[in-house]
């Protein structure tokens, strides 16, 4: 990075996962000068390629969140994500001509599956656990009570963000990988890598940098976020299946296919944790191996790798669980912090923060509608 005079952006995003990406293509796309900047020297190495690479269509949140009508916003959000991101990257969509399936084990549960689904919109017919134990003779079916076939993918979210990246660049915004970033005033702040330094000013700054938040708050302005850290764990494996398959059931597992792989991980499993660590925790594993025996005849222990992801909520209710609502807020006048939720739902939130940002932006060539005049 060469030394340079101080440069000026509209909107400085801060963290380069599937929200950093995907607001930075917006934003750039509207016309402002946009920076992205990253600490780490690779673009989303956190929990944005940790994961199952599930492409949800509301199937499973519509029933994993208790409140009802929580469940259904989220669904809905996740709907909408899905078919923005399939429209916007068809080519990282995989296993295109295959289907998936969602499994429920309690039966007294699949009256109320159907009807948030109904609810929600999200797409999905009733199988019989003959054809699908047909389809696929790996998966144990005795204690399943109800097969549905769903509209939920995998995705190669390289690939997703290869496109968002470059869709980025294109329009004109600047990345910055492998930096740290040094606040003099709420307005000013140097970029450090490879020993040089770069002054720049920005007029508004986004945060999606998931737990790194915390310490850059706190260590820049003295602002206490209270954030939760949150592990869960997942098994990549040989591919197990044909078809991608998931329980809708709590503590049993979801798994999301890509290629010569599986992708194995737990619903509902998360161990609160005081450090954003990457490290493995040995009961995290034994509960993978624990549910992949439920739902597998066969599955090799002796080839599966674990991989442990680190994701955040806002610690409101300390006694509650993993919260996956989306969460925007200005602990700093123009400095917007924002939780993400879920990878399907970055579209939205995305949209919503881009919104925010163009109505603090000044625009002058575009005339006001009677209500901006209020």
Not at 161 to 177: C, D
Not at 195 to 223: D, H, W
Not at 328 to 352: A, Q, R, W
Request: net charge neutral; glycine share 6%; with cysteine.
């Amino acid at each position: 990075m060469a030394k340079e005079s101080k440069q000026s952006f509209d909107v400085t995003v801060v963290g380069a996962g599937v929200a950093g990406l995907m607001l930075t293509k917006k934003l750039s796309e509207l016309g402002l000068s946009t920076a992205l900047v990253e600490k780490q020297s690779k673009l989303a190495g956190g929990p944005s390629t940790r994961n199952e690479g599930w492409l949800h269509r509301g199937t499973y949140h519509a029933t994993s969140i208790k409140d009802r009508s929580n469940a259904i916003q989220v669904a809905r959000r996740c709907i909408y994500g899905h078919e923005q991101i399939k429209k916007f990257a068809p080519e990282a969509v995989e296993d295109v001509d295959l289907p998936s399936f969602a499994l429920v084990r309690n039966l007294d549960k699949v009256n109320e599956v159907v009807s948030r689904w109904d609810e929600a919109n999200v797409l999905y017919k009733s199988v019989l656990l003959k054809h699908l134990s047909n389809l696929e003779p790996n998966v144990r079916t005795e204690e399943v009570a109800e097969a549905f076939q769903v509209n939920d993918v995998g995705i190669n979210t390289r690939l997703l963000y290869r496109k968002l990246l470059t869709s980025s660049e294109k329009a004109g915004a600047r990345i910055f990988a492998g930096t740290d970033l040094v606040f003099r005033s709420p307005e000013e702040a140097e970029m450090k890598r490879d020993g040089e330094t770069q002054p720049f000013e920005s007029k508004l700054f986004v945060y999606t940098a998931g737990y790194g938040v915390k310490q850059l708050l706190e260590s820049s302005f003295n602002i206490s976020v209270p954030l939760r850290y949150w592990k869960s764990h997942l098994m990549v494996v040989p591919r197990l299946t044909r078809s991608s398959i998931f329980y809708l059931d709590p503590r049993e597992a979801a798994m999301m296919n890509h290629g010569e792989y599986s992708i194995v991980g737990l619903n509902e499993d998360a161990f609160v944790c005081d450090n954003p660590d990457y490290e493995c925790l040995e009961q995290g594993i034994k509960n993978i191996h624990e549910a992949m025996r439920r739902l597998f005849y066969n599955f090799d222990k002796s080839r599966n790798m674990p991989v442990a992801c680190i994701k955040t909520d806002l610690a409101e209710k300390s006694a509650a669980a993993r919260s996956l609502n989306i969460s925007v807020s200005e602990p700093l006048p123009n400095h917007i912090c924002v939780l993400p939720g879920k990878m399907t739902e970055s579209p939205y939130v995305t949209d919503f923060v881009t919104r925010m940002v163009y109505e603090k932006i000044n625009d002058d060539l575009i005339a006001l509608r009677p209500m901006d005049t209020i």
